[in-house]
């Protein structure tokens, strides 16, 4: 009567499903790992078995007005001895090519309720896995050794052994342990956090992606957040710069090479 289309009276606008469920997955991983960029994100898509483009994940992406978390500059923990040998800097135009070529070590701050703690780890730089850490409310020489032997007893030895100039690595018996075993001891030069940046990024990822996201209320309630946030990073994180592929995956990868180059030669 009026000259309307009857169909246009129930008209529903159609949703388009598969945008819809590629945005769900976007924003799922966005939540789980706030720090992960485009690249990342599109990563653990291609993994969930999620088939879409880079520049699609980029432009859903900015539909959902998602952004990373910035990462936060790492606080020195740094209080070097005078009296203590100084060792120099041995990882400068160093080609790092297999796993237990290099591991390196550093001491951070974790704010708990009450006070700060400290938190101790040990990376091995060319598979960026995380191979021990301890958590202390003092940050001293056996915080530092703890850590040492449990991943000397957990793994190969390395050949090289990076610190800062920090009097817990400066002491005699941190030195004494890794020469006794032939290990090379390398320090960053004072000042110098670019030395250890390995072990840096990894402070980094760790405080941005989990650490900074809670509050903890005790030592033991931190320490099992820590234990599954390095669970996940060395098994399931992306890293970009081992061509999107997980830490410890790259770490046994090489570890069997070498030891078919051995068996071999």
């Given at each position: 009567?009026?000259?309307?289309?009857?169909?246009?009276?129930?008209?529903?606008?159609?949703?388009?499903?598969?945008?819809?469920?590629?945005?769900?997955?976007?924003?799922?991983?966005?939540?789980?790992?706030?720090?992960?960029?485009?690249?990342?994100?599109?990563?653990?898509?291609?993994?969930?078995?999620?088939?879409?483009?880079?520049?699609?994940?980029?432009?859903?992406?900015?539909?959902?007005?998602?952004?990373?978390?910035?990462?936060?500059?790492?606080?020195?923990?740094?209080?070097?001895?005078?009296?203590?040998?100084?060792?120099?800097?041995?990882?400068?135009?160093?080609?790092?090519?297999?796993?237990?070529?290099?591991?390196?070590?550093?001491?951070?701050?974790?704010?708990?309720a009450g006070g700060m703690?400290?938190?101790?780890?040990?990376?091995?730089?060319?598979?960026?896995?995380?191979?021990?850490?301890?958590?202390?409310?003092?940050?001293?020489?056996?915080?530092?050794?703890?850590?040492?032997?449990?991943?000397?007893?957990?793994?190969?030895?390395?050949?090289?052994?990076?610190?800062?100039?920090?009097?817990?690595?400066?002491?005699?018996?941190?030195?004494?342990?890794?020469?006794?075993?032939?290990?090379?001891?390398?320090?960053?030069?004072?000042?110098?956090?670019?030395?250890?940046?390995?072990?840096?990024?990894?402070?980094?990822?760790?405080?941005?992606?989990?650490?900074?996201?809670?509050?903890?209320?005790?030592?033991n309630e931190l320490t099992?957040?820590?234990?599954?946030?390095?669970?996940?990073?060395?098994?399931?994180?992306?890293?970009?710069?081992?061509?999107?592929?997980?830490?410890?995956?790259?770490?046994?990868?090489?570890?069997?090479?070498?030891?078919?180059?051995?068996?071999?030669?």
């Open positions: 009567l009026l000259g309307i289309n009857r169909s246009g009276l129930y008209y529903k606008p159609r949703v388009n499903h598969a945008k819809q469920t590629i945005k769900n997955h976007i924003t799922k991983a966005f939540e789980q790992i706030p720090i992960y960029g485009e690249k990342k994100v599109h990563q653990q898509l291609l993994e969930d078995g999620v088939k879409v483009s880079l520049n699609t994940v980029a432009r859903y992406r900015k539909e959902l007005g998602l952004q990373a978390v910035l990462a936060v500059k790492q606080v020195n923990t740094t209080i070097p001895i005078k009296e203590h040998k100084k060792y120099t800097y041995k990882l400068r135009g160093l080609n790092i090519s297999h796993a237990n070529h290099v591991w390196s070590t550093d001491i951070t701050y974790i704010k708990i703690v400290y938190m101790a780890a040990i990376i091995d730089w060319h598979s960026k896995a995380l191979l021990s850490y301890k958590i202390s409310n003092t940050m001293d020489s056996q915080l530092v050794m703890s850590v040492l032997n449990d991943a000397l007893e957990k793994y190969p030895h390395p050949e090289i052994f990076n610190t800062d100039q920090g009097s817990q690595y400066t002491s005699e018996i941190h030195t004494q342990r890794l020469k006794n075993l032939g290990i090379t001891i390398s320090m960053d030069g004072k000042g110098r956090a670019t030395g250890n940046i390995c072990i840096e990024c990894f402070w980094r990822s760790a405080k941005c992606e989990r650490i900074y996201l809670n509050e903890y209320q005790s030592i099992a957040d820590v234990d599954d946030y390095i669970e996940f990073y060395n098994y399931k994180r992306f890293h970009e710069t081992l061509d999107y592929k997980k830490p410890m995956d790259v770490y046994q990868e090489s570890i069997k090479l070498n030891q078919e180059k051995k068996r071999i030669a």
